[in-house]
C-alpha cells in the first residue's frame, strides 16, 4: 500500500502507472508463511464444513482445550505459549499438539515433559511425534536421544531434507565430524534449494571447529554469494570474525569476490526485494565493465533495483546502456531491458520514445511474452498521448491478428473501448469490443469477468436499445456471479427495472451448480493419511509438506487438499487453491454444494480481531476483512516487493502515521503483529475515507494509492458514474484492485446473510452531501 507522500515523489509524470508485483512469488510466499504461521488450530464448531464436500468424510478435529477457537488466534498472533496453556484435554493428540506449541514457544525442556507423557503417538503422527522429540532434543543438547528418536522415523523418505539436516547436526554434536560433513555435502549435492543455507553454515561451523580455516572459507563465502538475504547470513558473522582471527590472509580476502560473484549476489537480493542493498552492491563496480555479459547483468539489475525504489531518473540512463549492452550479445535479458526502459521513459513523461522502445520490443522479440504489452502500451500512447480514438482502433486491429492470444491484448481493447465511451462515441466503442471474439482463449482473470457484457450493456442503454442492454445485463449476472461486473449489473438493473433484477437474483441465487472437482477423491497412500491426521489436529504446515510430494493430483484430490487445509486453519493456502486452481467455483453462486468451495475461497481468520478494529475505527468489517484479503491472502508474515508488511500490507511511513503512544514501537518485525497490523490498517482505511469525501466502494482505490491520489482523482473526474470513475483510475494496479476489494466485499456480506443476491452498489462518487449525485 502506499502513501500520497509516497507517490508526490515519483515526479510530475502526466500519467502514473502501478508498479510491477512479482507474479512467481506464491511459493516463495508459502515458505514464508508457515515458517512465521507453523501451527493453526480451528475449532469444529467455527470452521468444519458441511458433511457432503467433495463427497467424503469432513475431518473430526481434535478437542484441545475448553475454547478451541482461543487457540487457534492465540497461535495466529504468534503467541505459541499462551495457546499452550489453554489446552487442558489429556489425549495423546492433544499433548502432542501442547508439546509442539510449547516447542515452538521456545521452551524445549517443557516440550519434552509433555512429549513423554504421550503413550502412543495418534495413527499417522508416529513420524512427527519423533521428528518433534529429536528437535527438541537437539536444543537442549542431546544428541544421542535425538538419533533415536530419528531413527524410529518409519518414513524418512517422507520427511525430507529436515530429517537430513537433523541426523547431521546430531552427529556432529556426537564429535563424529566426518561423518557429520559427509551428511552436509550430501545435502548441499542433492541439487534442491531446501537446507543448503543451513547447510552451508554448519558445514562453516564444523571446518572452523576442525581449524580447516581454507574449506570454511570457502562455504562462508558461499553462504555470502548465494543467501545473501537468509537470516543465517547475519548469524554466520562471529564465524566470518574467527576466520578473520585465525588468519589474517582471509581479513584480507573477506569481501573481495570476483565481479560474477558480487552481480551474483545482487541478483538474488533482487529476487528478495531488497533493492537498497542491490544498489550499494552494485555501485561497487566499474561503471564499464569489460566482459558485455556482466555489464548486461549488473546494469540491468541496477536499473530494475532503482526502479522499484521508484527512482526513475536514475534508473533510465541504467536501463537504456543495458538494452544496448544485452542487445549486442542476444541476451536473454534483452526484451526485459527494453520492457523496463519503456516505462521509465513512460514514467518520466517522454512518451514518443517509450513507444518507439516499445515497437521496437514488437519487431525485434514478438514471440517473447512481453511483445504484447508493448502492443498495449502503444495503444495508450495513441489514446492518451496523442488522442487519436481512430488510429488506435486501427492499430489495435492489426495488433489483434499479430497476438491473438496475447494475455494483455483484452486490456487493449477494453482501453481503447472504454476511452471511446468516455467520448460519447458509443458506436466506436461497440465495434471495438467485438474484437474481443477473434481473441484466442484467455487466461483466467476474475476482476474482469462479465465486463464485456457489462459496458455492452451500457452502450446498448446510450444507443437507446433497453432490451438488448437488459440482455447484457443479465448475461454478466449468470455467467459470473459475485464478480464486479455481476454486481454492477444487477445494481444497473435494479435502477432500471427493479422487478426484473430481483427476478433474476431470485434465479440465480437459488439455483444449485454441480462444480466439477467435488467428486470423490482418491486419498489412499501413506502420504494422505498423514497429511489428514495432521490436518486433524491443526498442524497445517506438517499436512502442507506432505500435500505437496502427492504427484499427478486431480482437481478433486485438490479440492480435498483445500478442504483439509481449511479445516486445519490454513487459510491462506487453502484459499489461494481456490483462488489459483480450482477457479471454475466462480462462475457458480454460493448456494448447496458450491457454497463450500466460497467459504473455502473467503474464510474469515481472526475474526474477533477485525470486528473490533473495524468498530472501533467506524469502517465497514467486510470492508476492512476485503481489504485483508487482497492484500496479504491473510498472510500475517508477508512482506512485499513495494516492503508493505502484514495483513493488511502497511509501508513503515503509513503504520507510524496511524500510530500512537500505545502502539508502541512500529517497525517491520512489530507489523507482522496481527493485532497491531489491523489496527493501524483499519485506522488508515478511515483516513482515507475522511480526507477523500469518497463513498466507501471508492475507498480501496486510494488505500491502495494513497488518499492524496484519491481526491485527485476525484477533483477531475468527480462528475461521473462511479462505474466509469472505476475504469479511469490512472493506476492500474489501484484500478483492478479497488474491483477485487468490492467484489469480496459483495461475496462476504451474502456469505454472512447481510444480504440475500448482490450488493448494490449505487453510481454516486461522493458520500452524502459532499457532491451531486451523477445522472
Known amino acids: 500500500m502506499m502513501t500520497p507522500n509516497l507517490f508526490k515523489k515519483l515526479g510530475n509524470s502526466k500519467r502514473q502507472h502501478s508498479l510491477s508485483t512479482n507474479d512467481g512469488s506464491f511459493r516463495s510466499e508459502l515458505f514464508l508463511f508457515f515458517s512465521r504461521l507453523t501451527v493453526v488450530f480451528v475449532s469444529l464448531s467455527c470452521l468444519t464444513l458441511s458433511h457432503n464436500i467433495a463427497l467424503g468424510q469432513p475431518t473430526k478435529s481434535v478437542k484441545l482445550g475448553f475454547d478451541d477457537a482461543k487457540i487457534r488466534e492465540l497461535v495466529i498472533r504468534r503467541k505459541y505459549g499462551k495457546a499452550a496453556r489453554l489446552i487442558s484435554e489429556k489425549t495423546d493428540g492433544a499433548l502432542l499438539v501442547k508439546g509442539h506449541l510449547l516447542l515452538l514457544a521456545g521452551k524445549p525442556r517443557d516440550a519434552l515433559i509433555i512429549f513423554s507423557a504421550v503413550k502412543t503417538p495418534p495413527s499417522g503422527l508416529h513420524d512427527f511425534y519423533h521428528l518433534r522429540n529429536a528437535e527438541a532434543q537437539l536444543k537442549i543438547d542431546e544428541p544421542g536421544k535425538a538419533i533415536s528418536h530419528l531413527s524410529k522415523v518409519v518414513k524418512p523418505n517422507l520427511v525430507g531434507t529436515k530429517i537430513r539436516l537433523l541426523k547431521a547436526r546430531a552427529t556432529a554434536l556426537l564429535d563424529k565430524p566426518k561423518e557429520a560433513r559427509q551428511a552436509y555435502r550430501k545435502i548441499l549435492g542433492s541439487g534442491r534449494s531446501a537446507g543448503k543455507a543451513k547447510a552451508l553454515f554448519a558445514l562453516a561451523k564444523l571446518e572452523l571447529d576442525q581449524k580447516n580455516h581454507a574449506q570454511a572459507f570457502k562455504y562462508l563465502k558461499r553462504l555470502d554469494v548465494e543467501f545473501p538475504s537468509h537470516w543465517l547470513r547475519r548469524r554466520a558473522k562471529p564465524l566470518v570474525k574467527s576466520l578473520k582471527s585465525a588468519k589474517s590472509v582471509y581479513k584480507k580476502r573477506w569481501g573481495r569476490w570476483d565481479t560474477n560473484d558480487i552481480i551474483t549476489s545482487a541478483e538474488k537480493l533482487l529476487r528478495a526485494h531488497r533493492n537498497k542493498a542491490v544498489v550499494k552492491t552494485l555501485e561497487t563496480l566499474p561503471k564499464k565493465l569489460s566482459d558485455t555479459a ?3 547483468r ?18 533510465r540512463p541504467l536501463l537504456d546502456e543495458a538494452v544496448i549492452e544485452c542487445g549486442r550479445i542476444n541476451h536473454e535479458l534483452t526484451p526485459w531491458a527494453l520492457h523496463i526502459a519503456g516505462k521509465a521513459a513512460e514514467r518520466l513523461s517522454d512518451e514518443i520514445v517509450a513507444a518507439n522502445i516499445y515497437r521496437k520490443q514488437m519487431k525485434d522479440h514478438r514471440t517473447h511474452r512481453l511483445a504484447d504489452d ?12 496523442q488522442h487519436d480514438l481512430d488510429k488506435a482502433e486501427a492499430e489495435l486491429k492489426t495488433f489483434v491478428s499479430q497476438f491473438p492470444d496475447g494475455d494483455m491484448m483484452d486490456r487493449a481493447i477494453f482501453f481503447v473501448a472504454i476511452h471511446a465511451f468516455e467520448k460519447a462515441r458509443y458506436k466506436q466503442a461497440l465495434r471495438i469490443l467485438d474484437l474481443e471474439s477473434k481473441l484466442g482463449k484467455q487466461t483466467h482473470n476474475f476482476r474482469n469477468m462479465g465486463r464485456t457484457e457489462y459496458w455492452k450493456a451500457r452502450i446498448l442503454g446510450k444507443l437507446k436499445r433497453p432490451k438488448e442492454a437488459r440482455t447484457q445485463y443479465l448475461d454478466a449476472m449468470r455467467k459470473y456471479p459475485l464478480s464486479w461486473y455481476s454486481i454492477l449489473a444487477y ?102 454444494r458450491a457454497r463450500n468451495a466460497w467459504m473455502v475461497a473467503f474464510p474469515k481468520p481472526l475474526k474477533g480481531l477485525m470486528s473490533k478494529a473495524a468498530k472501533k475505527a467506524g469502517v465497514p468489517v467486510h470492508l476492512a476483512r476485503s481489504i485483508t484479503r487482497e492484500e496479504s491472502g491473510f498472510h500475517p508474515a508477508l512482506e512485499s516487493g513495494a516492503n508493505a508488511i502484514g495483513l493488511m500490507q502497511l509501508i513503515l511511513p503509513t503504520a507510524k502515521s496511524m500510530a500512537d503512544s500505545k502502539d508502541g514501537k512500529i517497525n517491520g518485525k512489530t507489523l507482522r503483529n496481527p493485532d497491531l497490523n489491523v489496527r ?25 494509492a494513497g488518499a492524496g491520489a484519491l481526491r485527485r482523482w476525484l477533483k477531475k473526474r468527480g ?15 489501484a484500478r483492478g484492485y479497488t474491483k477485487r476489494v468490492n467484489s469480496s466485499w459483495a461475496t462476504y456480506a451474502l456469505l454472512d446473510g447481510q444480504t440475500t443476491g448482490p450488493m448494490y452498489i449505487p453510481q454516486n462518487i461522493f458520500q452524502k452531501g459532499h457532491a451531486p449525485t451523477p445522472k
Open 719 to 733: 462528475n461521473i458514474p462511479l462505474d466509469l470513475f472505476v475504469e479511469l483510475i490512472p493506476y492500474e494496479e
Open 298 to 315: 549488473k546494469l540491468f539489475a541496477l536499473g530494475k533495483a532503482l526502479r522499484k525504489l521508484r527512482k526513475w531518473k536514475r534508473a
Open 374 to 385: 508493448g502492443a498495449y502500451f502503444v495503444t495508450r500512447h495513441l489514446v492518451e498521448d
Open 680 to 704: 493501524l490498517g483499519t485506522r488508515y482505511l478511515r483516513v482515507v475515507y475522511d480526507r477523500s469525501k469518497a463513498v466507501h466502494h471508492l475507498v480501496p482505490a486510494g488505500y491502495n
Open 491 to 592: 445494481s444497473r438493473l435494479k435502477e432500471q427495472d427493479p422487478k426484473a433484477a430481483t427476478r433474476a437474483a431470485t434465479r440465480l441465487y437459488n439455483t444449485p451448480v454441480t462444480l466439477p472437482f467435488m467428486t470423490p477423491a482418491d486419498t489412499s497412500g501413506v502420504r494422505w493419511s498423514q497429511a489428514m491426521a495432521l490436518a486433524k489436529h491443526g498442524l497445517p504446515r506438517a499436512a502442507w509438506e506432505k500435500m505437496k510430494g502427492i504427484r499427478g493430483k486431480t482437481a478433486a484430490q485438490t479440492w480435498r487438499m483445500a478442504e483439509l487445509l481449511h479445516e486445519a486453519g490454513a487459510v491462506h493456502i487453502s484459499h489461494n487453491i481456490l483462488r489459483r486452481k480450482l477457479t471454475e467455483y466462480r462462475k457458480s453462486a454460493p448456494i448447496g
Open 294 to 296: 556482466l555489464n548486461c
